[in-house]
């Protein structure tokens, strides 16, 4: 279908689309107001808790004349950059400079998403001293999470950092909801873990990790020592940092606070006061093997134990793990066996659902994804993954649209439909102003036009699963799952 024939066939769906954004975003702005104006939260608001993923973002806009001019000024490293890209191989773990640019290039090439730890203090030195930031900002998954729900008026919002330095804390949203767990030293009783705002809990100063978010336009390209690569879609690559917390041994304090908390509230046996959600997330920052002996392995088991112990002490909280670009397979799938059974919820890209896919013997559908990415494969693969992994609930997000796919009895199409559109009305604004400080901010996104590609994988997909309504509606069920599909606003 030409490009004019087919924006004229998708016009009426816009309209629908954008009425379906308007409805549900001031249907959500005035139950959150209304939770706020009474001082008190209704039992049904949520009040998660975020871990275990909060650092510091160097935000970077590539620039390829200063790519090229460090291509430029060192033969050997160009000639290495220009084999490794040929190859198409994206390292594991950056462990030189020659790791990070050839990452950079080969996601840059891709247009795809990837995300890669720096193992290296010099390859921290040499990116801070050669490529720097633009902007400095609260980042990891928790981090950013937290950043969007904060001035939204959720009653309360549990944050896992570590560690919680004044450069960190200064960073983070000051509004009252948000909340950190903070012990009295030299206190010992259960009674003695309190809820504290970042900025007024913080112990350390200094910077000790940040996580480079190189972003690049559609078109960009970098021409230099025999590298040549256009980028076929505005994307980014995530090259971090984080030495504390590569072996991800969490914090004592906040163990302990939790479950202290968890089993008072659910003591008190009124739910409205308790914690609703756990998303968790941060375990791409693990390497395999260690100096000291141990493996990544050896770091979940106390990470899986903890959790469970979590689960435990209130059966009713809902689990997410957010998904992240892993480049070890030994990761991989020990996550496989340790986390991914305790939760009900998995949030994921098309390049993690494509890695996961083959991690679980599904080689004919990952190479689907990778090579085809059509919203069948993506559905089939989803599919797939929620049955051999027995997980309640699927979201993938990727350029243009979300999908997600859970069981009734977790939740329906129509709330999580509903759910996805306020959080890509988030985004946009987001995106578009960087910052929101209250809940009118999430109307900025408004504004934003739908996706093209959104509505017409949205044509593809109801077509494919039978249910041609689905562009429309953005609800289906097909074969036990709930099927919600929402096409986003993307800026420019």
């Known amino acids: 279908m030409k490009e004019n024939t087919l924006k004229g066939a998708l016009a009426p769906y816009r309209g629908m689309w954008e009425h379906v954004y308007s409805s549900v975003y001031h249907e959500c702005s005035k139950r959150l107001a209304a939770s706020s104006a009474s001082g008190q939260a209704e039992a049904s608001m949520p009040r998660p808790i975020l871990g275990f993923h909060t650092t510091i973002d160097g935000l970077k806009k590539v620039v390829p004349s200063q790519v090229e001019d460090v291509l430029v000024s060192d033969s050997f490293m160009a000639d290495e950059v220009r084999e490794r890209v040929?190859?198409?191989?994206i390292p594991e773990e950056i462990w030189t400079p020659e790791d990070l640019l050839t990452g950079m290039l080969i996601s840059m090439s891709r247009g795809k998403a990837f995300q890669r730890m720096i193992r290296s203090k010099k390859v921290f030195d040499w990116t801070m001293q050669t490529?720097?930031?633009?902007?400095?900002?609260?980042?990891?998954?928790?981090?950013?999470?937290?950043?969007?729900?904060?001035p939204l008026g959720f009653p309360e919002i549990l944050l896992y950092v570590n560690p919680l330095t004044r450069e960190q804390a200064e960073l983070l949203p000051?509004?009252?909801?948000?909340?950190?767990?903070?012990?009295?030293?030299?206190?010992?009783?259960?009674?003695?873990?309190?809820?504290?705002?970042?900025?007024?809990?913080?112990?350390?100063?200094?910077?000790?990790a940040v996580h480079w978010i190189f972003e690049y336009s559609e078109g960009m390209r970098v021409c230099s020592g025999g590298v040549d690569v256009t980028a076929p879609r505005a994307n980014r690559f995530i090259a971090a940092y984080n030495p504390v917390n590569n072996q991800l041994v969490l914090d004592d304090d906040f163990k302990a606070?939790?479950?202290?908390?968890?089993?008072?509230?659910?003591?008190?046996?009124?739910?409205?006061?308790?914690?609703?959600?756990?998303?968790?997330?941060?375990?791409?920052i693990l390497s395999e093997s260690y100096p000291d002996g141990s493996g990544c392995r050896d770091c979940l088991e106390p990470v899986s134990q903890f959790v469970s112990e979590v689960k435990m002490a209130d059966p009713g909280l809902k689990l997410h793990y957010e998904l992240a670009s892993i480049g070890s397979r030994a990761v991989r799938h020990s996550l496989i066996e340790l986390i991914i059974p305790l939760v009900h919820s998995l949030g994921l890209n098309e390049v993690e659902l494509a890695t996961l896919l083959r991690d679980i013997g599904e080689e004919s559908l990952a190479s689907e994804v990778e090579t085809k990415e059509s919203p069948e494969s993506i559905f089939n693969g989803l599919v797939a993954t929620g049955e051999r992994l027995g997980l309640a609930r699927i979201h993938l997000h990727n350029l243009g649209y979300y999908l997600c796919v859970s069981r009734p009895e977790f939740a329906s199409a129509g709330e999580s439909r509903n759910g996805l559109v306020f959080a890509a009305c988030a985004a946009a604004a987001r995106t578009q102003s960087g910052s929101i400080k209250s809940s009118d901010d999430v109307g900025r996104g408004l504004g934003v036009g739908?996706?093209?590609?959104?509505?017409?994988?949205?044509?593809?997909?109801?077509?494919?699963?039978?249910?041609?309504?689905?562009?429309?509606?953005?609800?289906?069920c097909v074969n036990g799952w709930e099927v919600s599909y929402v096409p986003s606003k993307v800026v420019e």
């Open 174 to 208: 000051r509004e009252d909801n948000l909340r950190v767990i903070r012990r009295d030293v030299g206190l010992e009783s259960e009674d003695d873990y309190k809820l504290a705002r970042p900025i007024e809990a913080w112990r350390e100063e200094g910077i000790r």
């Open 131 to 150: 490529l720097g930031y633009d902007q400095l900002r609260t980042g990891g998954t928790s981090g950013n999470m937290a950043t969007i729900l904060a």
């Open 450 to 476: 739908i996706s093209d590609l959104g509505l017409e994988t949205g044509r593809k997909l109801g077509q494919h699963i039978g249910c041609p309504e689905l562009l429309e509606t953005g609800v289906a």
């Open 86 to 89: 040929g190859k198409g191989e």
């Open 257 to 284: 606070g939790l479950l202290a908390l968890v089993r008072q509230r659910m003591s008190g046996g009124e739910r409205g006061g308790q914690f609703t959600h756990f998303i968790i997330s941060g375990f791409h």
